[in-house]
Each structure stands twice: as C-alpha cells, then as structure tokens.
C-alpha cells in the first residue's frame, strides 16, 4: 500500500531552519507531483507548496513565499521541504501529500504528519 514518511519537525526556535522530509513507497514517485500541507492547532489544513513530476515546476502560498523551498529527489523516492526563518505562526502539523494524476488539486494520499513548533 501506498505509505509517505514525514521527518525533520520537532521544537525549533524563531528563524531556525530545519527541513523535512517525505519518503514515499508503493507507488510510482516520479509519475505524481507532491504537495505539503500543514495544519496549525483550531485550524483547517491548509496549502504550503508542491512539486511537479520532474522538479522543474513549483507553486508556493503566499504565507511561505520566499521563506520555504519544496524539492524532490526521484532516485530516492523523496520529497523535502527546506524551511527558513520560520515564525511562530509557522507552528502547525505538516502533512506530505501524493496528489492525484488528474489533477493537482486535490489530494490522493497522505502522510501521517510531523509537528513542528516554533517557540519566539
């Protein structure tokens, strides 16, 4: 079954800049774009970044814009997200995400997520 791995949260301090990782499995990485997500606490989850098949194409919300960095390594089945001079309010659980064939809108599979609390 399809299976994607999140790593690199946990407590960082105010413009700290760790990375995460996703590592997929059960499918075919370099035929999906990825995508991340995340999910601040009392919110509804929301759009970071994604990735197209070949790592050429990204798209970023306004929120990370200039601050995250999303790529991917095919030959390691791996998507990552470089974050920089992260805020408070960067504070959230972060999803990796498969999107779907049809459309890179919505989303076909996720990971299980990985907090990352951002202390001031």
């Known amino acids: 079954q399809v299976q994607l791995v999140e790593s690199g949260g946990g407590l960082v301090q105010a413009g700290a800049s760790p990375r995460l990782s996703c590592a997929a499995s059960g499918l075919t990485f370099s035929n999906r774009a990825m995508g991340w997500f995340r999910q601040a606490p009392g919110k509804e989850r929301e759009f970071v970044a994604r990735?197209?098949?070949?790592?050429?194409?990204?798209y970023y919300s306004d929120s990370v814009k200039g601050r995250f960095t999303i790529s991917r390594d095919n030959s390691k089945n791996t998507v990552y997200l470089q974050m920089n001079s992260l805020k408070p309010e960067d504070t959230a659980v972060y999803y990796c995400?498969?999107?779907?064939?049809?459309?890179?809108?919505?989303?076909?599979?996720w990971g299980q997520g990985t907090q990352v609390t951002v202390s001031s």
């Open positions: 995400a498969a999107l779907k064939t049809s459309s890179w809108s919505a989303v076909d599979y």
């Open positions: 990735i197209s098949l070949s790592g050429i194409s990204t």
